[in-house]
Nanobody, 123 residues
């Protein structure tokens, strides 16, 4: 069974920085891509950033130049460095993984989500 666990969220003042961590564990054959999504109160979940196993990154326009996503394939971890945080970045941040998991000796590609970590940007 695959599990994603996020950490690193918290309360930060506007203009501050936070670094989010997501660790994938379980019967993982291959990671295809990982990413971060967020959901503010009363809003739909939206993409923040994704990165492929080859290192190709994609960002939402609202975070370009402020956030950086990175992936450590060997450790099965994805990171999100968030700088110049704004109040509108306040949300629950979810880790996502597109990966091949092993079940009964075969690899099955599927999408997995973490439980989320709260990021609050406020003075």
């Amino acid at each position: 069974q695959v599990r994603l666990v996020e950490s690193g969220g918290g309360l930060v003042q506007p203009g501050g920085s936070l670094r989010l961590f997501c660790a994938a564990s379980g019967s993982i054959f291959r990671i295809n891509a990982m990413g971060w999504y967020r959901q503010g109160t009363g809003k739909q979940r939206e993409l923040v950033a994704t990165i492929t196993s080859g290192g190709s990154a994609n960002y939402a326009d609202s975070v370009k130049g402020r956030f950086t996503i990175s992936l450590d394939n060997a450790k099965k971890m994805v990171y999100l460095q968030m700088n110049s945080l704004k109040p509108e970045d306040t949300a629950v941040y979810y880790c996502n993984a597109d990966l091949d998991a092993l079940r009964v000796g075969h690899a099955f590609r599927d999408d997995y989500w973490g439980q989320g970590t709260q990021v609050t940007v406020s003075s």
